[in-house]
């Protein structure tokens, strides 16, 4: 079965567990945006709390009263990003998909999603504890996106409601395997343009599977 993705804005702000005045939502922006600057001109080596303080204009007891060290403050920085993407109601499951395809590819052409991303993973193939956060402030986060989007699609009558709940969620795990998956690689590893014309087949074969692929593309000439 093929789930889509759906958000709506997100904007969510870390928690802060430790005592003291509430959190200005204005310097954490700042904050976040001065990380992801900050990556693009020095990367992950040469940036430092320091430099992003003073880039955010804020004191730099600031930023570890709200983030213990860099990997947590560059990965927040990246998921604030991926909480914009939205997926408009096409009217139909291809083109939501699609269009889904095409938001995602150009958040990762960004400089600074790239940069960003590209850094965290080669950081994460070595700490545990930052890929736990990965998992948790930016993967967990848009695989419950995968459920509503299926939800759309099924109250539409495009997929049928499935009977295993359990079966369910693994299916969504999969189906948002595959479409981060495929979009990740095409554009942050091999560097290939995620255009309309491989969104389209992309799309297709996802939904008809491999089979759909032997078949004459309507989209293209005789």
Do not use: C
């Not at 699609?98 to 960004?110: K, N, Y």
């Not at 990965?134 to 989007?149: N, P, T």
């Not at 491989?198 to 008809?208: N, Y």
Request: glycine share 4%; net charge neutral; aromatic share 4%.
């Amino acid at each position: 079965m093929v789930a889509v993705m759906h958000s709506h804005p997100q904007h969510r702000d870390v928690q802060n567990t430790r005592p003291g005045r509430p959190r200005s939502a204005a310097a954490d922006r700042a904050i976040l945006a001065a990380t992801r600057t900050a990556l693009v001109e020095l990367g992950w080596s040469k940036l430092t709390m320091s430099d992003v303080a003073t880039r955010a204009g804020v004191a730099k007891t600031t930023l570890y009263r709200r983030w213990a060290g860099k990997s947590e403050l560059v990965v927040d920085a990246v998921a604030v990003l991926f909480d914009e993407l939205e997926l408009p109601d096409l009217g139909s499951l291809p083109a939501d998909l699609e269009a889904m395809v095409l938001r995602l590819a150009a958040l990762l052409d960004r400089p600074e999603t790239r940069t960003s991303m590209m850094a965290v993973v080669a950081e994460a193939t070595r700490d545990e504890a930052l890929r736990r956060r990965i998992r948790s402030a930016i993967v967990d986060r848009q695989k419950v996106l995968v459920l509503e989007g299926r939800a759309r699609a099924q109250e539409r009558g495009e997929l049928p409601y499935e009977k295993d709940p359990e079966t369910a969620a693994h299916d969504a795990d999969l189906i948002f395997d595959v479409i981060a998956g495929a979009v990740v690689h095409r554009t942050l590893v091999s560097a290939e343009p995620v255009d309309p014309a491989w969104a389209h087949r992309f799309t297709r074969l996802l939904i008809g599977g491999l089979a759909s692929l032997t078949q004459r593309d309507p989209h293209q000439a005789p």
